[in-house]
């Protein structure tokens, strides 16, 4: 029997985290939530603006994600900004930890989605960009822009 194709259900991104830093390198993890927080994220409810993650013992903590509380659970609702424990084996763990310390990287989301029924972050090992790169990216996308609307100008006629 051929393997189905694995789904991939997009829920939040962070187009800033992409302005603001380097991504040097993606990892994927899996999430400790509770109920109500799935169904929020199942109806799109989160952010991922201000967001980052942090290694503490042994384990990678998620913080500042919102998911906004889910209006159908009334009692059970937990705090929309609390951390959360991110999945990760060891060995990944240890490297990134590695990674973090020694040259001053940093662990950002930058994508929420759910993959087979689980949801997963997408954490990038990032480096902040300083002002001139920062000028250069939009630099780069303005004439990437140009070239686009000039090309599709062209067919006109």
Aim: proline letters at 4%; one cysteine or more; aromatic letters at 4%.
């Amino acid at each position: 029997m051929p393997a189905r194709p694995e789904q991939r259900r997009p829920i939040a991104t962070n187009r800033r985290a992409r302005f603001e830093y380097e991504v040097l390198e993606r990892v994927e993890a899996g999430m400790v939530l509770l109920g109500p927080e799935v169904k929020s994220l199942r109806a799109g409810k989160a952010s991922l603006a201000d967001a980052y993650a942090l290694i503490r013992r042994g384990e990678i903590w998620l913080q500042n994600l919102h998911i906004a509380p889910y209006d159908a659970a009334s009692r059970e609702n937990p705090d929309s900004k609390r951390e959360r424990k991110l999945l990760l084996h060891r060995a990944e763990i240890a490297r990134l930890e590695g990674k973090v310390k020694e040259r001053g990287l940093t662990l950002i989301p930058l994508s929420l989605y759910f993959k087979d029924g689980r949801a997963k972050v997408e954490l990038g090992l990032c480096r902040g960009k300083r002002a001139h790169d920062k000028r250069e990216s939009i630099r780069k996308r303005e004439s990437d822009r140009e070239l686009a609307r000039a090309l599709r100008g062209r067919g006109r006629g």
